[in-house]
């Protein structure tokens, strides 16, 4: 029982003493993306790497880091996919607007394919 205790708290982050800051830490483990895993947040992620972000987000909350400071070094360090809501920049202009693009294109499409169609006449036999 002693050793699942010990890996358990080896894998948690130390809690900040503050609530303040370990809200701030919980809200920033949710918002930033594991690396390995890629579809979930750091937050439920059990990976290696999961672990040590979550470290280094508490680390630098710690150090007096604002939020967007924590965003803006995981963002220059592991690029625009590490955070679950990129900023809108020159880079991303195509990852916010690609969905609007895409529903643009499919409404042109419905919308094209309606044509008027001529009302039935019946056939001079069928009368």
Known sequence: ??????????????????PAQEARARALDSEIRCVQ???????????DIAVDMRRLVRERIAAGDSDAEIRSYFRTRYGDFVLFRPPWDARTWALWGAPFLLLAIGLAAVLGRRRPTEPLVPEEGER
Do not use: F, G, R, Y
């Not at 010990?6 to 900040?16: G, Y």
């Not at 895993?37 to 990976?47: D, G, M, V």
């Open 37 to 47: 895993c890629e579809n979930e947040p750091i937050a439920q992620s059990t990976a």
């Open 1 to 18: 029982m002693s050793i699942a205790a010990i890996l358990i708290a080896a894998l948690a982050p130390a809690i900040l003493a503050d």
